[in-house]
């Protein structure tokens, strides 16, 4: 049992709960798979997971972007349900039906809740795959927590391997400052790769909930020290849009390999910060090929 501690609402102050869980709700209804919704519940919160794929093949984690929810993965849950039991988690603290009542505040924090939740799921050890946001934990995790990961998939990683650009912390700021829905469509466009497209409910979901919430998460992307990245020693897969606007791409694959033991890296041509919406059967077809071969 935990013990009781007041909910951190996520929502503005004239914001509707009623518009964020419906445009939640639209996008997974597009979900081709049948879907298992379930709560958790931990020291931070009781945390909302979807749950996909047959029951006794290997666990794998999906991670989603700030200010996006598990129904982000849309494109790729029907591909990677197949093969392994999907465990979709909504970040607490961010845009989506987790209920925080304590904030993640670090990165040891964010270890300890992982393994709230796998010890809920009755899960010993399990595949990771996060991007942006979700990218940067699983790598977080993967530093600190390696005895309950299989294998790391880092899409886009925010931060993590180089600094966030200027440019993109000020957009993404003031989106949040000012989420007009032209603001909040540039933003999106932004960070989509040039000729690419994601799907509109996803796209409508994000503006709906930005323009009633506000993500209160106290953990935020950062560039991993040394240190850090050599600890990691699970298998990872790291895969990076050649047009992503939050850092040097080249120069963050070049760190990556100098640092992780057990890498392999990927500069996709054609696409940008968006990569599993932009191009979800790329990426689904390297997922799945990563993890279905022995360690």
């Not at 990872?236 to 791409?249: A, E, K, M, S, T």
Request: aromatic fraction near 8%.
């Amino acid at each position: 049992m935990y013990e009781d501690h007041q909910v951190i609402s996520i929502y503005r102050k004239a914001g509707k709960p009623d518009s964020v869980m419906e445009a939640y709700n639209n996008t997974l209804q597009l979900w081709k798979v049948q879907v298992e919704s379930k709560y958790i519940a931990t020291s931070f919160g009781d945390i909302h997971v979807l749950v996909a794929g047959p029951e006794d093949a290997e666990p794998m984690v999906l991670l989603h972007g700030f200010g996006f929810s598990s129904t982000v993965w849309l494109d790729n849950i029907e591909a990677v349900s197949t093969c392994y039991r999907v465990y979709a988690i909504d970040f607490p603290g961010d845009i989506n039906k987790s209920i925080s009542t304590r904030p993640i505040k670090s990165k040891e924090e964010c270890a300890a809740w992982f393994a709230e939740v796998l010890d809920g799921l009755d899960i010993d050890r399990v595949h990771v795959c996060g991007h942006s946001f979700g990218g940067f934990i699983a790598l977080v995790l993967a530093a600190r927590l390696s005895s309950r990961i299989q294998k790391i998939i880092a899409l886009a990683p925010g931060a993590s391997l180089q600094p966030q650009s200027k440019a993109f912390f000020i957009r993404s700021l003031f989106a949040g400052l000012m989420p007009t829905t032209t603001r909040l469509t540039k933003l999106m466009d932004y960070m989509t790769g040039k000729g690419n497209s994601v799907n509109e409910t996803i796209k409508n979901q994000f503006i709906t909930g930005m323009q009633h919430a506000l993500p209160r998460t106290r953990l935020f992307v950062s560039c991993l020290n040394d240190d850090e990245l050599q600890l990691i020693s699970n298998p990872v897969l790291l895969i990076i849009g050649d047009q992503d606007i939050q850092y040097n791409v080249n120069r963050a694959v070049e760190r990556a390999n100098k640092l992780i033991h057990n890498i392999e890296a990927s500069i996709i041509p054609r696409t940008g910060h968006g990569l599993p919406l932009e191009r979800p059967e790329l990426v689904n077809g390297l997922i799945l090929d990563f993890l279905g071969r022995k360690p």
